[in-house]
């Protein structure tokens, strides 16, 4: 008798929980009271990013989490426009480009999204050794509007990822350069 009722509690729950994640995916992307890009009801206000209209938050409520990975976000995108075009793929703009790449690329397989229309396969559509700065930037804005991307809290992470994997390559190149 105790199992059946844990049984039914489960299955109750697993069901609220389930109408929970849809009604969070259904208001992702649209303005209510809550934020605009993860559906969180918690601490909204603007995001403060440095490219509000390109990343699509201008004048759309969001939550502390969103803002503050919108603003490393922006950063990043900041630092790889400002690099200038090289054809050595150790070039800033390049390794910048090829960090946001993997970690679009890294999320979307962990989210397990099919390739066509995900933030890396337009992302892709970039060249940072060929594009002038107004068409590589545009392109790569134009890559998150197409994409309809909106997890920049799992892309901050993965971004972070990204880079602290580059740097300790570089530590361990060093190291064996010292020898």
């Known amino acids: 008798m105790n199992k059946v009722q844990d049984v039914k509690n489960a299955e109750t729950l697993l069901v609220a929980l389930a109408g929970d994640i849809l009604l969070r995916e259904s208001r992702i992307r649209k303005s209510g009271s809550w934020c605009y890009f993860c559906a969180d009801e918690d601490s909204l206000a603007r995001c403060g990013c440095q490219a509000p209209e390109s990343l699509g938050c201008v004048g759309q409520r969001v939550c ?16 790889m426009f400002a690099a200038p075009i090289v054809d050595r793929s150790s070039s800033v703009r390049a390794k910048l480009f090829s960090q946001l790449h993997g970690a679009a ?12 229309g995900s933030l890396h396969f337009y992302l892709a ?3 940072p050794f060929d594009d002038e700065k107004p068409e590589f930037k ?3 804005f134009h890559a998150f509007e197409r994409s309809k991307f909106a997890d920049f809290q ?25 020898r």
């Open 64 to 79: 502390r989490d969103c803002s503050a990975a919108h603003r490393v976000l922006a950063a990043h995108l900041k630092r």
């Open 105 to 116: 690329d890294e999320l979307a397989e962990k989210r397990g999204e099919p390739m066509e």
């Open 125 to 127: 559509q970039a060249c």
């Open 138 to 140: 545009g392109k790569i």
């Open 154 to 178: 799992g892309l901050a992470k993965e971004l972070a990822r990204e880079t602290d994997e580059e740097l300790k390559l570089k530590i361990a190149r060093w190291f064996s350069s010292i």
